[in-house]
């Protein structure tokens, strides 16, 4: 069998033509080519192409428009590109598709700026429930008014037959109605995990409505959110063919191991258009967390580890998670020095030091990379502390968030090859609003600092961190190129020399999600060998990009070489 030749060079390309037809008896032309694009291909052997030839699922040539023409046969379809922007497949590499599929089924305040606005589309969407369903979903923002947060009295006006339920924006609070707390039993003295914290009425001495980081697990634990939060996990199809709509072909999900039944399921009935790296998320309540269960993890990994011989990897039980922080909003996030707009408060950690050094530890000798939420400083230095007691610098561990972080500690990052996996719409989020007063301008500079860990040699992942912020990459990848307020609140970019090239912020949403998950010789870039997932945008980008990418859209979404998105 002939040596398979390497495509990734305009010279061996043209090698290639030479080689290809006259020796190959048993040559097959490609079954799709695709011409006269604008390829961006996230390699950096080779960043840019006029057109591309798909045979068995994967990349099979790429050069220019008249190359590529030269292999097809009467069989092949030819797709005329006319001029439009051809990228990888998306790689989010930090999501949540089961709050997604709340998002789908129940109420999307996304954007709405307004408490008011919140409750009038509140009251709307019960009027088409049956009493006594849960109402989930959320995504409230209480920082655009800056008038306090919501309580359970306000639900109560609009939702006095429904127990709801509602995430905010960053995932870290709940805001719940009375009939919620009654079905979750939840009392001012309600046992919480450690960082968790029941909000309390200073008038009545009642639990007000809103649930803190591990506090959230009482309602989470009511029976009835179970089974309702179930029945919106049926839906997660919607939220797959949602990803595949913005042109994400992979993520790395962190959700429960329900979602990952659905996933391995739809994988063997080739039912599954979408490859799911999956991290086990460690409870708040340690009593119960199967992460620390040795024996579990080695059974995990080898039941759901799914590769098509059509489609390649699919699905990977690949790393764990731990929460070490929560977050700067709500002043839960694990600052060094105090909060500047609270004295009083430096936020605590969810882990003593010891214990997240253990847990690190453990995961990494099994072989497992772990990835911690850190967003406050000293947050990101505990997480720190426990990959330099792991001393495993050969697993693809990763904090995720690092909002702000000690200027020092950029370099440990590159020492430790420990990945900065960031979310630019969570940077741009804040421009404007809380994240000045919260932390001062003196540390701020410090936050989101995207360019800086790349010019300091750090690897950098970019994704959504969805449902907690827009989950389409061209969001985000507009975010880290611009690096303004979406929301208009702020006169230009934030520190500007923090964003980043639309290559760089590229790369970083494509082949290093690849590399992350062990599967970046398979996928996360356009290069010959690589199954064919890639996206054809609705316009052609500039060079360099310019503001046109606000408003760019996905046009079609190949999967392994199959048209996905829009369906047939």
């Known amino acids: 069998m002939k040596k398979r030749i390497n495509f990734s060079t305009p010279l061996s390309w043209i090698i290639a033509l030479v080689l290809i037809v006259p020796f190959e008896t048993s040559y097959a032309a490609p079954d799709l080519i695709i011409v006269n694009a604008d390829i961006r291909t996230a390699d950096p052997k080779q960043m840019t192409a006029q057109a591309i030839a798909i045979k068995d699922g994967k990349f099979f040539a790429l050069g220019s428009s008249l190359q590529i023409e030269k292999l097809k046969d009467k069989d092949t379809k030819v797709l005329d590109a006319e001029g439009k922007t051809i990228l990888p497949g998306f790689i989010d590499s930090h999501t949540h598709l089961s709050s997604g599929s709340k998002i789908v089924t129940g109420i999307n305040l996304t954007s709405i700026q307004e408490k008011s606005v919140w409750l009038e589309m509140i009251a709307e969407r019960v009027k088409t429930m049956e009493p006594g369903e849960w109402l989930l979903g959320g995504r409230w923002d209480h920082t655009f008014e800056n008038k306090g947060l919501p309580t359970r009295w306000d639900l109560d006006s609009v939702a006095p037959n429904n127990p709801v339920a509602l ?13 919620a707390i009654e079905k979750a039993k939840i009392k001012a003295d309600s046992e919480v995990p450690v960082g ?54 992979s993520v790395h999900d962190m959700s429960s191991r329900i979602e990952l039944n659905k996933y391995k399921d739809l994988a063997l009935s080739k039912k599954l258009f979408l490859r799911i790296f999956w991290g086990e998320m460690s409870k708040f309540s340690q009593e119960d967390d199967s992460t620390d269960d040795e024996d579990l993890i080695k059974q995990l990994i080898k039941e759901y580890k799914v590769h098509d011989q059509d489609y390649g990897p699919m699905i990977e039980y690949g790393f764990i998670k ?38 690190v ?66 940077g741009t ?47 985000q990848l507009a975010d880290a190129v611009f690096r303004e307020s979406p929301s208009g609140l702020y006169d230009g970019p934030w520190y500007p020399e ?71």
């Open 498 to 568: 923090q964003a980043l090239s639309f290559d760089d912020a590229l790369y970083a949403y494509t082949q290093i999600g690849a590399e992350l998950s062990g599967w970046g010789d398979q996928i996360g870039s356009i290069t010959v060998g690589k199954y064919a997932d890639f996206v054809i945008l609705d316009q052609t980008l500039s060079k360099p990009v310019g503001r046109e990418l606000k408003s760019t859209k996905v046009s079609k979404t190949y999967f392994a070489g199959q048209l996905i998105f829009p369906k047939n």
């Open 322 to 359: 731990y929460v070490i922080d929560g977050v700067l909003s709500t002043h839960t996030a694990a600052l060094i020095d105090p909060y500047s707009d609270r004295p009083d408060i430096v936020g605590e950690p969810f882990y003593i030091q010891g214990e997240i050094n253990r847990l």
């Open 167 to 179: 995430s905010d924006i960053d995932g870290h609070s709940m805001w719940v109605n009375s009939l």
């Open 196 to 249: 968790g914290q029941i909000l309390i009425d200073e008038t009545s001495g009642e639990p007000n409505g809103i649930l803190l980081e591990g506090a959230m697990q009482l309602i989470w634990d009511a029976p009835t959110y179970i089974r309702d939060s179930d029945r919106a996990r049926n839906e997660i199809e919607q939220v797959i063919d949602y990803a595949n709509s913005l042109g994400i072909t």
């Open 429 to 475: 989020g804040v421009i404007g609003k809380y994240i000045t007063p919260r932390v001062g301008e003196e540390r701020e500079q410090f936050a989101y600092i995207w360019n800086g860990f790349l010019e300091s040699g750090v690897r950098l992942a970019l994704s959504s961190d969805f449902a907690t912020s827009p989950f389409s990459p061209l969001i």
């Open 361 to 426: 530890k453990r995961a990494n000798n099994l072989g497992m990379p772990v990835a911690i939420h850190a967003i406050g400083d000293r947050g990101v230095k505990m997480a720190l502390n426990s990959f330099e007691y792991s001393n495993n610098i050969s697993l693809a561990n990763r904090i995720e968030h690092v909002e702000i972080i000690e200027p020092n500690d950029v370099e440990r990052f590159k020492r430790l090859k420990v990945t900065a996996s960031m979310q630019p719409n969570h």
